[in-house]
T-cell receptor
Framework: EAQVTQNPRYLITVTGKKLTVTCSQN?????MSWYRQDPGLGLRQIYY???????DKGDVPEGYKVSRKEKRNFPLILESPSPNQTSLYFC?????????????FGEGSRLTVL | AQTVTQSQPEMSVQEAETVTLSCTYD???????LFWYKQPPSRQMILVIR??????QNATENRFSVNFQKAAKSFSLKISDSQLGDTAMYFC??????????????FGGGTRLMVKP
């Protein structure tokens, strides 16, 4: 089954404790991205990757890091989480960029930073 | 930069009736795509319908259709014969295709739709 898988689905952590949210897709997609969803703001892009070893900032990259060492994986790293990073996070992928390649979303990861 | 506005934070409709969700956007681009996504309580983001800006014909997917007014920068979603399973948050989204910047979607703030029995 074609899918985007995120882990963990739920996480409660404390300020400053490094965490990683993993994302993996099995569709051989070149393009992957991370979004955060906050009430009234919709989804906003954090980072994206056009292919292996190619990443770039989205609209709200502060406090986040990503890496793309393999085509299928695109982890989101919070080196020192803060309460304002409490949010619902989505990973998404598509076959290619530059066209209306449909974005496939993961099921979301709800992160709470105390 | 593009902006997407959904002016209706919440709406409700009776089962089997028709409801229209509003969306306006601001862009200087001529070539772009517009989407409606559905997010049920399961949180999954589900693509409902897509419209290419260069197409004059409004997109239709079964009970879902859009009214795309390019000059007015308006992209409303009409749901006919509403069903209880349509209860969800609906997001309007804009995408400008780019070979350099990827498929970034700009989302509106969402409209929470409740279908009442």
């Amino acid at each position: 089954e074609a899918q985007v898988t995120q882990n963990p689905r739920y996480l409660i952590t404390v300020t400053g404790k490094k965490l990683t949210v993993t994302c993996s897709q099995n569709m051989n997609h070149e393009y992957m991205s991370w979004y955060r969803q906050d009430p009234g703001l919709g989804l906003r892009q954090i980072y994206y990757s056009m292919n292996v070893e190619v990443t770039d900032k989205g609209d709200v990259p502060e406090g986040y890091k990503v890496s793309r060492k393999e085509k299928r994986n695109f982890p989101l790293i919070l080196e020192s989480p803060s309460p304002n990073q409490t949010s619902l996070y989505f990973c998404a992928s598509s076959l290619f960029s530059g066209a209306s390649g449909e974005l496939f979303f993961g099921e979301g990861s709800r992160l709470t930073v105390l | 930069a593009q902006t997407v506005t959904q002016s209706q934070p919440e709406m409700s409709v009776q089962e089997a009736e028709t409801v229209t969700l509003s969306c306006t956007y601001d862009t200087s681009e001529n070539n772009y795509y517009l989407f409606w996504y559905k997010q049920p309580p399961s949180r999954q983001m589900i693509l409902v319908i897509r419209q290419e800006a260069y197409k004059q014909q409004n997109a239709t997917e079964n009970r879902f259709s859009v009214n795309f007014q390019k000059a007015a920068k308006s992209f409303s979603l009409k749901i006919s014969d509403s069903q209880l399973g349509d209860t969800a948050m609906y997001f309007c989204a804009f995408m400008k295709p780019s070979n350099n910047a990827g498929n970034m979607l700009t989302f509106g703030g969402g409209t929470r739709l409740m279908v009442k029995p």
